[in-house]
């Protein structure tokens, strides 16, 4: 939620509104939402080409490290999807519009602030490797959060206005004067603080007259929230003779703020307050009207969730106003963040957003090369059983297996009608769908990204995913990926292993510096800040993205028949594009690769795997027979710039230093420690 112009008129008010806190030894819930926004938009990370998901896991680290220094203990709390009323459907067409808008503006030289696709994904993989404790709820987070917070008797650090709302016992705690970059040492001792401010409310009801704090829902319903937009609003607020006050800078928002405000601490509680707004409505829509602010009133009152139960059992009840009776196993999923928000929305609503990328807005959106995987998922969720106790679902009369999608066509929405595949029946019950064997789930995810398992063999378990998503990617003419595409995507997959085997405590892995060498000569070739985008690299790159995300999202539904891969180092932007300029220039995957024969092998064995699904139209170089291949064994360089004449042993022989950095994947990390 958020309520428009209010962040910016305490934020004028600092001083009166908002006390000075050196936050340390304390539990403190997060908004996982406003965090990987503030984190992704307030770090100089670079927007345009597609996430530098890198730099962003080392940011999030930096910040996680910061609050451990100090004994913060945080709580992540995410927004999961939609709820069956789908009330914010509205502001959600309107966010993506804007971020179609930035997202042109960025992709022609100009600024804007676009979060790139996997980035929530990333930040909850940074999460468990890091095991702070986070949950996804079933929807909308805010009251949660505020639940929790008060149930601990901790604050809340968020950047949105609705937690100046929310009547919290130990205050809120913008992120934008949260100083984590800053930790301070008390003098004398060795005990570090993060200097904060913390929103004091009584502080700014004191502000407004003594005013009733329970008079501040219909004030932020009023004023204008993520749920509320009503046109006979507009149509109280210019009858009702608002008191401004002192005058505003800030224009239009701030004189509504204030004026509202002032308004409202003259009458003593909310209902009061109420009969005053709709006297001066017609009085037809009054009862409409009544019914609306008061339900949207409701949204700041107590949630019927206990997070803490999550936190000290690793579950909590789903509430019943939301729960349209899905498998119990389902949900379990969906508080783990183990099926993203997208399942949620196409299980309750059946309607999905396909959130836009920095691609060229002249082009069909990026989203398009996926549909196949979509509608795979669509066929795997259609046939949900009803809840027992659920009447509502039972009288729903049978529907159509059709899925709408919200999707980006030029620079404006649309929202596209989707048929759901036909799958087999035992794939069409999704309480049982955690039933079926690992190598079903696994042929069905495979066929669906149109590659063999024995394709396959030969890559590490982490990148098999990875792979099989770039194998499907590849047979798609829509994609118009050229060699050099290819080529700089599987140099970049190699940073992941490349970094663990830097940092492994093994001496032996570290013996000839090749790993190193190679990691900070890749580093070199990331592109720098200020070079002209390259739309039509840019557009593939997404295409790309678009597979990999909705893989991940069948291979989570499917309960992982393949190893969720390691995100955080598998795609830069940055290095993509500027391998790209390099390749098709001076320099030669060998070139690169020579230093490390480990990595050249890896590179060979995903190379190989998608050289066997391309088109001819790729233009990728026919493979070398074995007899040929065994003549130039030994030959410390070759000709073919794609360096796929490295034969040294098998993949699985044993004595290559990324088999064992590779076998082990993001499971390893998923058991979270209890409460103390």
Not at 210 to 231: I, R, S, Y
Not at 606 to 619: H, I, K, V, Y
Request: with cysteine; proline share 6%.
């Amino acid at each position: 939620m958020g309520i428009r112009g209010l962040m910016s008129f305490v934020e004028d008010h600092s001083n009166e509104f908002f006390t000075d806190l050196k936050l340390r030894d304390t539990k403190i819930i997060i908004d996982g939402y406003a965090l990987f926004h503030r984190l992704c938009f307030s770090s100089n990370l670079e927007l345009r080409y597609g996430g530098d998901y890198d730099s962003f896991t080392d940011v999030v680290e930096k910040f996680f490290d910061s609050l451990s220094a100090c004994k913060i203990c945080p709580y992540v709390v995410l927004d999961g999807g939609c709820d069956i009323s789908d009330k914010k459907l509205n502001t959600l067409k309107d966010r993506a519009r804007e971020t179609i808008q930035m997202a042109h503006s960025l992709s022609v030289g100009g600024g804007g602030y676009v979060c790139p696709l996997l980035i929530r994904e990333v930040f909850i993989q940074v999460l468990i490797k890091l095991r702070v404790r986070f949950v996804q709820c079933f929807s909308e987070a805010d009251r949660d959060i505020m639940t929790l917070a008060n149930h601990w008797n901790c604050p809340v650090l968020s950047s949105d206005s609705d937690f100046c709302i929310f009547d919290l016992k130990s205050g809120f705690c913008p992120l934008n004067s949260f100083q984590w970059r800053n930790v301070n040492t008390i003098k004398g001792t060795r005990d570090c603080y993060i200097p904060a401010k913390c929103f004091s409310l009584d502080a700014f009801c004191c502000h407004f007259g003594n005013m009733n704090k329970v008079l501040l829902p219909l004030f932020a319903v009023l004023c204008g929230n993520d749920h509320v937009n009503l046109p006979i609003v507009e149509t109280f607020l210019s009858k009702v003779c608002l008191p401004l006050g002192a005058p505003s800078s800030k224009g239009r928002r701030h004189h509504r703020v204030l004026g509202l405000l002032n308004w409202l601490s003259r009458f003593a509680d909310p209902t009061e307050a109420l009969d005053n707004v709709l006297k001066h409505l017609p009085g037809k829509s009054r009862g409409t009207v009544k019914k609306l602010l008061c339900g949207s009133m409701g949204e700041y009152l107590q949630s019927q969730g206990r997070l803490q139960d999550f936190f000290q059992h690793g579950a909590y009840a789903c509430p019943d106003t939301w729960n349209p009776g899905l498998p119990p196993w389902v949900l379990a999923a969906l508080a783990r963040g183990q099926l993203s928000p997208f399942i949620s929305d196409a299980l309750v609503l059946r309607r999905t957003i396909l959130h836009t990328q920095v691609e060229n807005m002249q082009r069909p959106n990026t989203h398009r090369i996926s549909l196949p995987i979509r509608q795979v998922i669509y066929g795997l969720l259609v046939n949900t059983p009803p809840h027992p106790g659920n009447v509502t679902w039972y009288a729903l009369p049978p529907q159509p297996p059709t899925f709408s999608e919200v999707e980006r066509i030029n620079k404006n929405i649309k929202t596209s009608i989707v048929d759901a595949v036909e799958l087999p029946k035992d794939h069409s019950d999704l309480s049982k769908l955690t039933e079926l064997s690992l190598a079903r789930r696994q042929i069905l995810l495979l066929e669906t990204l149109k590659v063999k398992q024995s394709i396959l063999d030969p890559i590490p378990a982490g990148l098999k995913l990875p792979i099989a998503v770039s194998c499907y990617w590849v047979q798609h003419t829509e994609a118009k990926a050229k060699l050099h595409h290819l080529q700089a995507l599987l140099l970049g997959m190699l940073m992941g292993p490349l970094h663990a085997m830097i940092n492994s405590p093994d001496e032996e892995a570290l013996q000839g510096r090749g790993a190193e060498m190679l990691y900070e000569e890749l580093q070199r070739v990331k592109a720098q800040p200020g070079l002209r985008l390259d739309l039509d690299t840019a557009h593939v790159f997404c295409q790309w993205q678009c597979c990999l995300q909705m893989g991940l999202y069948l291979n989570q539904l499917l309960s992982a028949p393949l190893p969720e891969p390691d995100l955080t180092r598998l795609y830069s932007g940055s290095l993509v594009h500027g391998l790209c300029r390099q390749l098709l220039t001076s320099a030669s995957v060998e070139s690169l690769l020579h230093v490390c024969p480990e990595a050249q092998q890896l590179y060979e064995h995903m190379f190989n795997a998608t050289r066997s699904c391309a088109p001819a139209e790729l233009g990728l170089p026919k493979g070398k027979s074995k007899k040929r291949r065994q003549k130039k064994r030994g030959t410390p360089r070759s000709e073919n710039r794609v360096g796929t004449t490295l034969n040294a042993r098998s993949w699985h022989e044993g004595g290559n230093r990324f088999e064992l950095l590779m076998v082990g994947t993001l499971e390893e990390h998923m058991e979270a420690p209890e409460l103390e």
